[in-house]
């Protein structure tokens, strides 16, 4: 007995040694295509990315599907955006995918939320009569780049913890990275400062952090409760609200039925505008900072048409 | 006199203490002994000195509290004032986050129409389900889901699952529900309708469905075509299927799993189950054979549609079923039951869903019975976490009984936000 213990233990050891190690680049999955494109801003071609909801998809509403139940298996880093989006559906996955680094507290699990400005902190007590509130703040803060510049630091801290060699490769993809978004942050500071203070409807709350680095002022929502589809008497109150305060533009995510948000602005002579709120969402927004650009060009081209400046 | 209701309350516990014996022993009948005495006379020595040890210590603290009240009147600085009692500890105040997710799912039904097969009461609060649910340690998760009904308080289940073991092994020990097909694996408040489908009534353990204590182990086969999962478990069996008649009989479920993405919005699910065990034979007439035994094989597929543009507002399922039982016994003519359904369910807007189902299975040790039906639903969405539902249901069973029924069901969920199963 004593013999066979010792030599299968031989066995383990012999083969935990001769299995070189992962030569292969370390594999990435992120919940959401943007921290996917940051993650590939700073990792280059050092790590393979990979996402698990597309852009035009409504990140609350994934579908944990068995075959994203692999990705997460051979996975040596998993990004989330927290802050609750994923709850209905990355839990399950993750006890699923039979991969201890990327639990939650494991060296491979990153929430993104971590030091980035959260916005809609709810203060006091929250119910579900408010709708589908997150208890622990607005989770589209990635719209703000301020908070894209704090996310790509914190995959630099955990790719330099799974791929220490490599960490001042992905120190000078950062640096990189930091000065084209400074350039272009100047450039969409400049193009918005002319319709800063420009009111406007969105259809969800996925924008605060878009509208207030932005300068946009937000009157009102298309839903009445953040998750509640339109209906007809907020629609009603909206529209007058709108003409009231001569708002003309209705933003709106790739993923929500055009047919209130267009009911609305033929009442009150207005546009809507179906932004990309991830990268990927359109073709046109292939990475981070091409997502702001389109957003804005687009914005920007609005704005001239129905403000008339 | 602040002593006053402490002196009361002394007298009182000594007249008691001269009272109570004294009744005793008339209640005896027998006069006290001399040693009885001297130990009830030593009794009251010591109360007399405890309660004039007590006025003494009152009196002490009385005359200090005067002493102090003069000392404020002559204008000498306040005594401190006592430090205020310790802020609740951050440790036990953030203790909280660790307390695991609770939510309570209820399932009101009702039923109109007649049906002799059915005891369904006409309104009833027929599931009250409270999950809680949590992360263990670093290496292991637990989920329990009581269940409340009209027949009492019970575990649906209750499980450990180890999610960190190598080699792609996941281990859930406890009482669950087993892995056999679609169907049992999932909650009443789960499924898309208000009932369960036929087949799983006559041969996968009726409402309850194989649901058992046991270890459940499960192991992703690697391979770039599609997910394949394979999942053993035993069970000591205590099911209207099952029933272990002792230890060294259990119950034994296997299955494979494939599923594959067939495009971005559209995937195939089947897989292929098998269970073992000690038949509990029906609850008319119990196996009479202790090595009576059942044997289930089951076969099931899924097709998905979901578009991920309008994920909210469209999708389609369409599911089958087909299990066959086959009891062994000495004392039970067994023949191969079979059954099936097959049910397809379209969302046409963001909060309405409809649906067909249709059922047809033998009965479990009576294959000349064959009981069939129909139904059709509408289900309502206000949110997430309420769900209105109306069945209709035709069934036209094996004995030439047939019975025409509407269901009603109001599903509503408060507590956390629990993860949708797939």
Redesign the interface.
């Known amino acids: 007995m004593k013999s066979f213990i010792s030599s299968s233990a031989a066995l383990l050891l012999a083969l935990s040694l001769a299995s070189p190690a992962p030569a292969a680049p370390p594999k990435v999955i992120t919940t959401t295509e943007d921290l996917a494109a940051l993650a590939r801003e700073v990792g280059g071609d050092r790590i393979t990315v990979e996402s698990m909801a597309?852009g035009?998809?409504?990140p609350h509403?994934?579908?944990?599907?068995?075959?994203f139940?692999?990705k997460l298996?051979g996975a040596d880093l998993l990004i989330v955006i927290g802050r609750?989006l994923e709850?209905?559906?990355?839990?399950?996955l993750?006890?699923?995918?039979?991969?201890?680094r990327i639990?939650?507290?494991?060296p491979g699990h990153l929430d993104a939320s971590a030091g980035v400005r959260i916005l809609e902190l709810p203060t006091g007590q929250i119910t579900?009569a408010m709708?589908?509130v997150h208890a622990s703040g607005n989770p589209h803060y990635w719209l703000d780049p301020d908070n894209g510049r704090v996310i790509a630091k914190s995959i630099v801290g955990a790719l330099a913890r799974i791929a220490p060699a490599d960490k001042a490769y992905f120190d000078q993809r950062y640096a990189d990275f930091d000065r084209r978004l400074a350039d272009a942050q100047k450039r969409w500071d400049a193009a918005m400062a002319p319709y800063k203070g420009t009111k406007v409807v969105t259809y969800h709350r996925s924008w605060p952090n878009f509208t207030e680095r932005f300068g946009l002022d937000v009157i009102g929502y298309v839903e009445p409760k953040p998750?509640?589809?339109p209906s007809p008497s907020h629609t009603i109150d909206l529209i007058a609200e709108m003409k009231r305060q001569q708002v003309k533009v209705i933003l709106v995510e790739?993923?929500?039925?055009l047919k209130t948000p267009e009911s609305i602005v033929r009442e009150v002579g207005g546009k809507v505008v179906v932004l990309a709120p991830s990268t990927g969402g359109v073709k046109d927004a292939p990475d981070y900072i091409k997502l702001f650009d389109y957003n804005i060009n687009l914005l920007t081209t609005t704005f001239k048409q129905v403000l008339g400046r | 006199m602040v002593a006053s209701p402490v002196i009361r309350w002394a007298v009182f516990v000594v007249v008691m203490g001269f009272a109570l014996p004294g009744r005793a022993s008339a209640q005896g009948g027998a006069a006290p002994s001399a040693a009885e005495l001297r130990q009830a006379q030593s009794e009251v020595d010591r109360l007399r000195q405890e309660l004039a040890d007590m006025r003494q210590q009152y009196d002490a603290r009385l005359a200090a509290l005067e002493e102090r009240l003069k000392a404020l009147a002559a204008g000498a600085p306040p005594p401190p004032v006592p430090a205020p009692p310790p802020a609740v500890p951050p440790a036990a105040g953030s203790s909280k986050v660790f307390n695991p997710d609770i939510a309570v799912i209820s399932n009101f039904l009702g039923v109109a129409g007649r049906n002799p097969h059915s005891d369904q009461p006409a309104l009833g609060l027929s599931e009250v389900e409270t999950s809680f649910q949590a992360v263990v340690d670093p290496y292991a998760r637990a989920d329990l889901f009581l269940a409340a009904g009209p027949e009492g308080l019970e575990v649906e289940e209750g499980f450990v699952t180890f999610n960190t073991l190598p080699g792609g092994l996941l281990l859930k020990a406890g009482k669950m529900r087993a892995q056999f097909g679609k169907v049992n694996t999932l909650h009443t408040h789960a499924i898309p309708w208000t009932d369960r489908p036929l087949v799983t009534q006559n041969l996968v353990g009726g409402e309850e469905g194989i649901s058992e204590s046991g270890v459940s182990l499960s192991r992703l086969i690697n391979n770039s075509f599609l997910f394949l999962e394979a999942t053993g478990e035993a069970y000591y069996g205590n099911s209207e299927v099952f029933a272990s008649p002792r230890r060294s009989k259990l119950a034994y479920v296997a299955r494979v799993r494939g599923y594959r993405d067939l495009t971005e919005a559209t995937n195939l699910d089947v897989g292929g189950s098998f269970a073992y065990g000690p038949s509990a034979g029906t609850p008319d007439s119990p196996s009479l054979d202790p090595d009576a035994t059942t044997r289930l094989f089951g076969f099931d597929a899924t097709f998905r549609y979901r578009p991920l543009r309008r994920a909210i507002y469209r999708r389609l399922q369409a599911r089958t079923e087909l299990v066959w039982n086959r009891p062994r016994s000495s004392d039970l003519a067994g023949s191969t039951a079979f059954g099936f359904y097959g049910s397809g369910e379209y969302q046409f807007a963001r909060r309405w869903f409809g649906g067909a189902r249709y059922d047809r299975s033998a009965r479990a040790f009576d294959t000349s019975l064959v009981d069939s039906g129909g139904s059709v639903y509408l289900t309502y969405w206000p949110s997430e976490f309420n769900q209105i539902r109306g069945q209709y249901r035709r069934t036209h069973y094996g004995d030439g009984v047939k019975a025409n029924e509407f269901l009603f069901q109001i599903l509503f969920s408060i507590g956390a936000h629990g993860a949708h199963v797939f």
Do not use: C, M
């Not at chain 1, 509403?61 to 075959?67: L, R």
């Open positions: 597309r035009y998809q409504d509403f994934v579908e944990p599907k068995p075959s139940i692999i298996h609750e709850i209905a559906w990355l839990p399950p993750l006890t699923q995918s039979r991969n201890a639990q939650p507290g494991g579900r709708g589908d998750g509640i589809p790739p993923y929500f039925d």
